[in-house]
Nanobody
Framework: QLQASGGGLVQAGGSLRLSCAAS????????VAWFRQAPGKEREFVTA???????DHADSVKGRFSISRDNAKNSVYLQMNAVKPEDTAIYYC?????????????????WGQGTQVTVSS
């Protein structure tokens, strides 16, 4: 089970840190990703970190968002900097047992419940 937290209201240009904690699942052997879904839009890939630590980012967040993991805490984090109103969405963490990351939502087997991020202009 994955639990995402840390969402909230933030002003444009500000920062926010999301957390994803796992229970009954070991993140150290998984590839973990963040996706987001804005109202009326499809779920889209944000960033991922593979089992070996290789990171992948969507072009829209490169240089602003970063993903990290703490295997000791069985948690993954999304650091969001220089946020924009278009970053407003529900953010989901997801995990898969595969070695490499994927930008496809259907590649992930486990999903958290989502946390709302709202960026005001």
């Amino acid at each position: 089970q994955l639990q995402a937290s840390g969402g909230g209201l933030v002003q444009a240009g500000g920062s926010l840190r999301l957390s994803c904690a796992a229970s009954g699942y070991t993140f150290s052997s998984a590839t973990v990703a963040w996706f987001r879904q804005a109202p009326g839009k499809e779920r889209e890939f944000v960033t991922a970190i593979s089992r070996s630590g290789v990171r992948d980012h969507a072009d829209s967040v490169k240089g602003r968002f970063s993903i990290s993991r703490d295997n000791a805490k069985n948690s993954v984090y999304l650091q969001m900097n220089a946020v924009k109103p278009e970053d407003t969405a529900i953010y989901y963490c997801a995990a898969r047992s595969g070695f490499a990351s994927s930008q496809m939502a259907r590649a992930y087997d486990y999903w958290g419940q989502g946390t709302q991020v709202t960026v005001s202009s």
